[in-house]
């Protein structure tokens, strides 16, 4: 079993930067896609970016189109999400998680391991 387990988040002012990672135990991390999620207070978990096992596909949700990034290396077992350009309303608690389907997905449905997420905050 994987555990997936959150950092890098903290409190930034808009326009700054964060890189999130997601370290990975366990030896079946190249065996997942991997997505980040967000939830802000009292909103729904939304889908922001995702990656396929070997990397070399890539999905993002609108909103972070061209300002997040996201990346996995397999050696070190990690998943990264870089953000610039953050804004207010990127503010919520950000979730790793792993899917086993075939394809990368923006569906939260499809993943069924969750790290316990971690807090970015995004001042004006």
């Known amino acids: 079993q994987v555990q997936l387990v959150e950092s890098g988040g903290g409190l930034v002012q808009a326009g700054g930067s964060l890189r999130l990672s997601c370290a990975a135990s366990?030896?079946?991390?190249?065996?997942?896609?991997m997505g980040w999620f967000r939830q802000a207070p009292g909103k729904d978990r939304d889908f922001v970016a995702a990656?396929?096992?070997?990397?070399?596909?890539?999905r993002y949700a609108d909103f972070v189109k061209g300002r997040f990034t996201i990346s996995r290396d397999i050696a070190k077992n990690t998943v990264y999400l870089q953000m610039n350009s953050l804004k207010p309303e990127d503010t919520a608690v950000y979730y790793c998680?792993?899917?086993?389907?075939?394809?990368?997905?923006?569906?939260?449905?499809?993943?069924?391991?969750w790290g316990q997420g971690t807090q970015v905050t995004v001042s004006s």
């Open positions: 990656i396929s096992r070997s990397g070399g596909s890539t």
């Open positions: 998680a792993g899917s086993g389907s075939n394809y990368i997905t923006s569906g939260s449905y499809a993943y069924d391991i």
């Open positions: 366990g030896r079946t991390f190249s065996g997942y896609n």
